[in-house]
């Protein structure tokens, strides 16, 4: 396994790049970054209120929870044949278009627009999350940690912020669906932000030399079939949290605005968790310390939210956010491996569409339990269950890099 400090492999020649479009890329890599949660979050927030506005029964209550991650599956399997017709930066922009006027459409107050614009959204930040890693090793070969470290940041913070303020947005506009609406117009400035790094991309286009690569005979080899295993759970235990935390906390007894302020929380402390990770494993022999502290510091998060009462749910908001932080770790490893653009984006491929296919047993199983047994403690036994796993996986994920680093 390639380890978070080590150099990336070569890449195809580019000519150097002015000034200007360095900090283009740049000022869109923050702007992609601000969206790739926003979306999601803002929804999970309002379902509450868009159930009881919109009238839709528990089934569909289950399955608007699991969309995401359905299309980062089945929409994410295309990118590296996108990617391979278009070039990455092309189908970046593809993504940010159908990302924008999905999250718009959803601003219509109907049940299938809502479900109609949480597709196509979603399906377009599929495309943008599995491209996200070759776009940084491509305009940022050698600074991978720092840029996908910032990229992880402004996504979080994204996250965080909608989580926070689109309660009261709603509540202002007068309508939670106005409220989800409202999110797209974020993706436009990302959007527009994004154009002139496509512009630039196509005017100054330099093909790699080697084919592109399919992605699913990588799972065969143990780097694949790792990286596919801890995205995959850290995958099911991030969505199954996001999708579902703000309205535990309120059936729970706490009123929808504070559930709201508790989901921030969370998304809040995952902002540094992910960049102390980050450092913590580029340290010599501390990468599999670092998959450690967060894998068990999200095993503790969630029995604290199992057994603590709900006047203290800062305490697992807080131990869930560190949790929450394993992703950044995750991706600078994507980002880091394969010989060449075509393979990192292969893998990426093969990761996250693989991941967020069986991720979404996380959400929408979250949700039948629920409305089966009343409670939350099976859920919740279950995500325990998970965490354990991906501590296991953790250890097997590191023990090539703790040899080497030994030897």
Request: proline share 6%; glycine share 10%; with cysteine.
């Given at each position: ?20 479009a ?7 890599l ?18 509450h ?23 980062f ?22 993504s ?18 809502l ?46 912020v ?19 609406g ?23 286009s ?202």
């Amino acid at each position: 396994m390639t380890s978070v400090s080590s150099a990336p492999a070569a890449t195809a020649a580019r000519p150097p790049k002015a000034h200007g479009a360095v900090v283009a890329s740049v000022i869109a890599l923050v702007l992609i970054g601000l969206n790739l949660r926003a979306g999601i979050t803002g929804a999970s927030a309002l379902l509450h209120d868009l159930q009881l506005v919109l009238g839709y029964g528990p089934l569909v209550a289950s399955v608007i929870p699991s969309i995401p991650t359905l299309c980062f599956a089945v929409a994410g399997a295309a990118t590296s044949w996108l990617t391979g017709r278009l070039g990455v930066e092309k189908s970046i922009l593809l993504s940010l278009a159908m990302l924008a006027g999905g999250l718009m459409l959803r601003g219509i107050p109907s049940t299938g627009m809502l479900l109609a614009g949480t597709v196509l959204g979603m399906s377009g930040l599929a495309v943008c999350n599995v491209a996200m890693p070759s776009f940084i090793r491509e305009h940022f070969a050698h600074r991978t940690s720092l840029m996908t470290g910032l990229y992880t940041v402004t996504m979080t913070t994204g996250a965080t912020v909608t989580a926070v303020a689109v309660v009261p947005l709603a509540q202002l506009l007068g309508s939670p669906s106005a409220g989800v609406g409202a999110i797209g117009i974020l993706a436009v400035t990302a959007f527009l932000g994004f154009l002139p790094v496509a512009l630039h991309a196509h005017r100054h286009s330099v093909r790699g030399t080697s084919g592109p690569v399919s992605p699913w005979p990588l799972l065969r080899t143990r780097k694949g079939a790792l990286l596919t295993a801890i995205f995959t759970l850290q995958a099911l235990l991030a969505y199954a949290l996001l999708s579902w935390f703000p309205y535990m906390l309120t059936t729970m007894g706490l009123s929808a605005a504070d559930s709201g302020l508790m989901f921030g929380l969370m998304q809040l402390v995952s902002v540094p968790a992910g960049m102390v990770l980050i450092a913590i494993g580029s340290r010599p022999r501390m990468l599999r310390p670092a998959f450690y502290l967060v894998s068990l510091t999200m095993l503790i998060g969630i029995a604290a939210l199992l057994v603590l009462p709900v006047s203290l749910a800062a305490i697992p908001a807080v131990l869930l956010g560190f949790g929450l932080g394993i992703f950044p770790l995750v991706m600078v490893m994507i980002s880091r491996s394969g010989q060449d653009t075509a393979e990192t984006t292969a893998l990426s491929t093969l990761a996250q569409s693989t991941g967020y296919l069986l991720a979404t047993v996380g959400p929408f199983g979250m949700g039948l339990l629920h409305s089966a047994t009343g409670g939350w403690t099976l859920p919740l036994a279950l995500l325990l269950a998970i965490a354990v796993a991906q501590i296991v996986v953790a250890h097997h994920l590191t023990a090539k890099n703790t040899a080497k680093t030994k030897g």
